[in-house]
Nanobody, 121 residues
């Protein structure tokens, strides 16, 4: 079992930067791919970014590529999502997830409760 807790969400102005954190507890953190997903009102949960268990591979949704950076600190059991050049369309609840490599929610077994990011124009 892995427990995940996101933090860092807030109200932002467009163009700003924000870093989300995901704290993990439970089974070895380094065993899992870590992913970030987001869900806007009325929309399905969508993939944002993923980082492999060893941190050597990353993947991003086209909509955030070049603006967002995923990273992890396995010693501290933390994952991060650095978000730059924020846009109003980035407004969503952001979820941290742990599981197998992939871009689908079904690839991930463990989820946090989410943190709200709102970007105003």
């Amino acid at each position: 079992q892995v427990q995940l807790a996101e933090s860092g969400g807030k109200l932002m102005q467009a163009g700003g930067s924000l870093r989300l954190s995901c704290a993990a507890s439970g089974r070895p953190f380094s065993s899992y791919t870590m992913g970030w997903f987001r869900q806007a009102p009325g929309k399905e949960r969508e993939f944002v970014a993923a980082i492999s268990s060893g941190g050597g591979s990353t993947d991003y949704a086209d909509s955030v590529k070049g603006r967002f950076t995923i990273s992890r600190d396995s010693a501290k059991k933390l994952a991060y999502l650095q978000m730059n050049s924020l846009k109003p369309e980035d407004t969503a609840v952001y979820y941290c997830a742990a599981g197998n490599w992939g871009i689908s929610p079904i690839d991930y077994s463990y989820w946090g409760h989410g943190t709200q990011v709102t970007v105003s124009s």
